[in-house]
């Protein structure tokens, strides 16, 4: 038996869950403690706490010790510590999990958000040299997920789950557990018996977009919206990316949005869908420009989301264009300041390029762009089908015609 079983991933996943079930299919004695509550001002208190526990789990073994949140004790050290306290209470979590043996019958889990931030010597063999990664589920997984989560809730017959399954590609476990009961919510506020398929819609688009808001807009910032949001998603159909609804209607802090709901797993993405991607978050501040001859602070999500894909681009993917931005890592290597430069300014021109992607492509498309902007003004909402009638006679015009947004950009395209 491995002596350190360590959960990691991201958040919402499973990984406590996981334990739960491992604790109840085991039959063992089962002991759980968040990692927050080693960590005390008083020096020695932090450490004793952990004796004390596995002192408790030895006396009653077989038995299991679960840790979550480990980071908070067990963040890496550096050579210039002064938090006496935190080093003594990791000190003493490993000398724990070195003091065994072979007949001890305990085992050791733990979870944590953050495996690159834990001290190597957790991780070493003998400690927690079992590493399980949990990821957000797959589409079968997903599917399954649901199926708990309806339990219990009566369904209506036009519910399809495996189409919820479909459209839900990026989400964890926490986040379906939470649009199945938005779509138990919006039932129960409209007096209906069943839950039916509009109300897993709604409870979609208020997981991914954030809940609705009427907040009163001028007629001219109305305008500046729709052109904003019109250019979105008439970028996104050229390049291949069918958005499934735009609206000038604010949820969360967004005023406007454009959401993508991906029917297929991704798990790679080639520098033109990457490209791609960027041109559309762009396209919005690019309308405005086109239209009105000056930008607004409506883009700045959407400026966040491309400066981070252009980071990754040259920075981790060596997708630049020199031959030192392909081949080495930045963050690995100590690097001279001109390699910093050339990177800092392949990643300007990633950015830049993608800019002037989309001013030439609504430029181009113009009159489709004012045909979008004003069914935005008269219905504020376009669904799929809208926007489908809309684009009659919009050819696409990019090199990738699959581009699916990276990052949580798979859902919502919010430009607050």
Request: charged share 25%; net charge negative; hydrophobic share 40%.
């Amino acid at each position: 038996m491995p002596k350190g079983i360590l959960f990691h991933g991201p958040p919402g996943t499973g990984k406590t869950l996981a334990a739960k079930a491992i604790a109840n299919e085991s039959g063992a004695r089962f002991y759980a403690q968040s990692a927050s509550a080693f960590v005390e001002m008083f020096a020695g208190l932090g450490a004793a706490r952990i004796r004390k526990l596995f002192q408790e789990a030895r006396k009653n073994a077989p038995s299991i010790v679960f840790i979550d949140e480990l980071d908070a004790v067990g963040q890496a050290r550096s050579g210039h510590s002064f938090n006496r306290e935190q080093d003594q209470t990791l000190n003493q979590l490993l000398v724990e999990l070195d003091g065994f043996g072979p007949r001890d019958q305990v085992v050791v889990m733990a979870a944590s958000n953050r495996l690159q931030d834990l001290d190597p010597a957790l991780l070493r063999p003998g400690r927690f040299d079992r590493q399980i990664f949990i990821q957000a589920p797959d589409l079968k997984g997903r599917r399954a997920i649901l199926d708990v989560h309806t339990r219990g809730k009566p369904m209506d017959k036009d519910v399809d789950l495996e189409s919820v399954a479909r459209q839900t590609a990026g989400l964890t476990g926490a986040d379906l557990a939470n649009i199945c009961n938005e779509a138990a919510i919006a039932a129960g506020r409209k007096d209906r018996k069943t839950v039916t398929q509009k109300d897993f819609d709604y409870a979609l688009e208020r997981v991914v977009a954030g809940l609705q808001q009427r907040r009163v807009v001028t007629d001219k910032e109305k305008r500046i919206l729709a052109y904003h949001e019109g250019g979105h998603a008439l970028v996104s159909h050229l390049v291949g990316n069918q958005p499934e609804k735009a609206t000038i209607i604010a949820r969360g802090t967004a005023l406007g949005y454009v959401l993508h709901l991906p029917e297929e797993e991704r798990y790679l993405e080639t520098k033109e869908e990457l490209l791609d991607w960027m041109v559309m978050a762009l396209a919005g501040r690019a309308a405005e420009q086109l239209v009105f001859g000056r930008v607004t602070n409506g883009a700045a999500n959407d400026l966040e989301k491309v400066t981070q894909i252009a980071r990754a681009m040259v920075f981790e993917w060596g997708m630049g264009e020199s031959v030192t931005s392909r081949t080495m890592r930045a963050d690995n290597y100590a690097l001279s300041e001109e390699t910093k430069r050339l990177r800092d300014t392949e990643q300007a021109y990633l950015t830049d390029h993608a800019y002037l992607e989309a001013q030439r492509l609504l430029a181009k498309h113009r009159v489709a762009l004012d045909r979008i902007a004003a069914a935005l003004l008269d219905r504020e909402t376009l669904a799929r089908e809208e926007l489908a009638e809309l684009f009659v006679g919009v050819e696409q015009d990019s090199h990738s015609s699959d581009s699916v947004g990276v990052v949580r950009a798979l859902g919502a395209d919010p430009t607050g």
